[in-house]
């Protein structure tokens, strides 16, 4: 049973934005934190944001604070990403993550989607 579906993921050129989505099932989106990671090619998982479960607060990687925006809408069982001021560094495969701690901790997330490629042209 697929539990996390990621969409949105595209080609942009450096400076643009996109928004990346994430369908959650209802018992995974009841998770205390969803998160995004994302691993670049070469590279190892990496930390971007995550938010608890009322959207009150987030945890954001130093390398996208001030320019990605973390979300999330209950009514939907969605949480979002938007990307904005993109770089060539932020080309990766974005993966969204149901876990316990509002931390960056890939060990803490228990339920994965299966990525969208963001491309980012300069």
């Known amino acids: 049973q697929v539990q996390l579906v990621e969409s949105g993921g595209g080609l942009v050129q450096a400076g643009g934005s996109l928004r990346l989505s994430c369908a959650a099932s209802e018992r995974t989106f009841n998770s205390p934190v969803m998160g995004w990671f994302r691993r670049a090619p070469g590279k190892e998982r990496e930390f971007v944001a995550a938010?608890?479960?009322?959207?009150?607060?987030?945890n954001y990687a130093d390398s996208v604070k001030g320019r990605f925006t973390i979300s999330k809408d209950n009514t939907k069982n969605a949480v979002y990403l938007q990307m904005n001021s993109l770089k060539s560094e932020d080309t990766a495969d974005y993966y969204c993550a149901a876990g316990l701690l509002l931390q960056g901790n890939p060990e803490g997330y228990f339920s994965w989607g299966q990525g969208t490629q963001v491309t980012v042209s300069s």
């Open positions: 938010i608890d479960w009322g959207g009150t607060r987030t």
